[in-house]
T-cell receptor, first 111, second 111 residues
Framework: RKEVEQDPGPFNVPEGATVAFNCTYS??????FFWYRQDCRKEPKLLMS???SGNEDGRFTAQLNRASQYISLLIRDSKLSDSATYLCVVTSYSSASKIIFGSGTRLSIRP | DVKVTQSSRYLVKRTGEKVFLECVQD?????MFWYRQDPGLGLRLIYFSYDVKMKEKGDIPEGYSVSREKKERFSLILESASTNQTSMYLC??????????FGEGSRLTVL
């Protein structure tokens, strides 16, 4: 079983829709959680950190469920520019090498 | 803004050639990383470095070596390139675990 798993998609939704996807992790000792965004043929960029209490940044909401070992990303009022691959990242403080990337979920927003 | 610069965006090499990929960051980050990204496999860590002259193997170090003589520079070396090393190579740096800043990537093709 992969340490971090994501549904690869693609998720194809109309502009203005709300879309959510999850990421599950297997190591219960994981400490920090992040969502990255990667545009086609570009490098990944940090979208947002995921805090235990959940956090919101404009149209984006990230949540952590430690009991069930998953994080989620919700995008409201989706825009064409939201089309990208979303990578979840799970880390452990024990080592900088324990930064585990999911394979990504591809999102495509249609007009 | 943090800037991570990779020396070559596109390279084409022949099997058996020695390949150098260079990465420079301008934010005095302690940690630097080399990943490769392949379709369906996500990002896989090759090596990382947490200080000058310090390095640790990641998940797939075979066929690669690294050098970190200065804090801002982290080089990836393919001693004898093979066709299965055709990939996108991404360098990253970070101050804290999980918040990585990536370079634009180097797409290597080995013929």
């Amino acid at each position: 079983r992969k340490e971090v798993e994501q549904d690869p998609g693609p998720f194809n939704v109309p502009e203005g829709a709300t879309v959510a996807f999850n990421c599950t992790y297997s190591n219960s000792a994981s400490q920090s959680f992040f969502w990255y965004r990667q545009d086609c043929r570009k490098e990944p960029k940090l979208l947002m950190s995921v805090y235990s209490s959940g956090n919101e940044d404009g149209r984006f909401t990230a949540q952590l469920n430690r009991a069930s070992q998953y994080i989620s990303l919700l995008i409201r009022d989706s825009k064409l520019s939201d089309s990208a691959t979303y990578l979840c990242v799970v880390t452990s403080y024990s080592s900088a090498s324990k930064i585990i990337f999911g394979s990504g979920t591809r999102l495509s927003i249609r007009p | 803004d943090v800037k991570v610069t990779q020396s070559s965006r596109y390279l084409v090499k022949r099997t058996g050639e020695k390949v150098f990929l260079e990465c420079v960051q301008d934010m005095d980050h302690e940690n630097m990383f080399w990943y490769r990204q392949d379709p369906g496999l996500g990002l896989r860590l090759i090596y990382f470095s947490y200080d000058v002259k310090m390095k640790e193997k990641g998940d797939i170090p075979e066929g690669y070596s690294v050098s970190r003589e200065k804090k801002e520079r982290f080089s990836l070396i393919l001693e004898s390139a093979s066709t299965n090393q055709t990939s996108m190579y991404l360098c990253a740096s970070s101050l804290t675990t999980g918040e990585l800043f990536f370079g634009e990537g180097s797409r290597l093709t080995v013929l």
